[in-house]
């Protein structure tokens, strides 16, 4: 039943976002920024393990995983206002994330 609720959470996030893009791509982007999915995923931990340093943990280690994606979202919108493909755009952000997720690592 858990797995259940957590897929309907996920797909009705993306849902959301991709239909209210349709008409304010400021509001979407503002949902798609929230943590929905990570307060959600700390809500059902906490219900099933009461672990608040478990929590207190995956929050800090999802706070520094996030670095490495900010830079890649101005670069993909920006190859996308210049005319690269969206796959291309899509292929080239991913790899430099892997990649400054492996720097991260090594820093770490």
């Not at 979407?28 to 929230?34: E, I, K």
Request: hydrophobic share 60%; glycine share 0%.
């Amino acid at each position: 039943m858990v797995y259940l609720i957590k897929i309907i959470i996920a797909v009705f996030v993306i849902v959301l976002v991709t239909e209210v893009s349709k008409k304010d791509t400021k509001i979407a982007a503002l949902l798609l920024a929230l943590p929905i999915i990570s307060f959600t995923a700390y809500t059902i931990i906490w219900f099933e393990s009461k672990d608040t340093e478990k929590i207190a943990k995956l929050a800090n280690e999802n706070f520094i995983y996030v670095l490495p994606v900010l830079p890649i979202l101005p670069l993909f919108s920006w190859m996308l206002k210049n005319g690269f493909e969206y796959f291309t755009s899509m292929i080239v952000v991913t790899i430099l994330m892997i990649i400054l997720f492996y720097l991260l690592q090594k820093i770490l």
